[in-house]
C-alpha cells in the first residue's frame, strides 16, 4: 500500500471478506487507488468514513445490523459531502429509487465487469454520478419513450425535432452523427439539445437517468 496523497482513499463496506478481499485486489491495481479501511456492516462504515474521510466509500446493501441503504442515509446526513457507490446484486427500480433519494452518487451491480466499479470510483471522485451501464440504456429508453407526455404533465413540451436528438443521444450518437442522419448542422444539433436539457432542468445523461428514476418514469402507466 502507498501513502502517494496523490491516490484516491477507498473505503470498503462488505460483510464478506472474500469480497472485500477481491475488491481491495481490484482497486489497488489501479495504481493510483488505495484502500484506506474495510468496514463489514454499515455502522462501521459510517464511523470509519466520519473517522478517515476517505475520498470514496464503496458501500455493499445487505449487510448485517445497519444496511447499505440507511448507512448511505445516515452518512449523507451526517457527512453531506460524503461519496457512496453502491455495489449490490439489486438492479430492480425501486432499489434505485431508493438509493438516489438516501443520495447515493454511483450504483454498481455486482454482476457487472469488474471495470464498472473503477470507473464509478473515478466518476464519482470527481463529482460526477455515475449508473452501471446495464442500466442506463433501460433507464434512459424509459424516460425518452415517457419524455413526451411526462413532459406535458408538468408543463414543459419538447419539440418533436428536440425530443429526436436525444432519444439518438440516448442510444449512443455523437452529434456530428445525429446532424448527419437528420440532416442538420452541428451547430443546429447542439442548440436542440441545450434546449431540450433547459426545460426539464437536466445537465447530462446522468441527470436524464435521475430524473426518470425518481419521476417513476420507467413504469407503464
Known sequence: MTDDPRNLRILLADDHITVRQ?????????????????????????EQARALRPDVVVMDISMPGMNGLVATRTLKSLQPDSIIVILTRHGDD??????????????VLKQ????????AIRATA??????????????????????GRKAQATGVSLSDREAEVLRL?????????????????????????????RKLGLKGRIDIVKYALLQGWLSDT
Do not use: C, W
Open 112 to 119: 457487472s465487469a469488474a471495470s464498472e466499479l473503477v470507473q
Open 94 to 107: 425501486a432499489y434505485l429509487q431508493e438509493l438516489l433519494r438516501a443520495g447515493a452518487d454511483g450504483y
Open 22 to 46: 477481491g475488491l481491495k485486489m481490484l482497486i489497488e491495481s489501479q495504481g493510483d487507488m488505495t484502500v484506506v479501511s474495510e468496514a463489514s456492516d454499515g455502522t462501521a462504515a459510517v
Open 126 to 147: 470527481a463529482r460526477n454520478q455515475y449508473l452501471d451501464s446495464a442500466l442506463t440504456a433501460r433507464v434512459t429508453a424509459g424516460f425518452l419513450a415517457r419524455s
Open 169 to 197: 443521444i440516448a442510444a449512443g450518437y455523437s452529434n456530428k452523427e445525429i446532424a448527419a442522419q437528420l440532416e442538420l448542422s452541428v451547430k443546429t444539433v447542439e442548440v436542440h439539445k441545450a434546449n431540450a436539457s
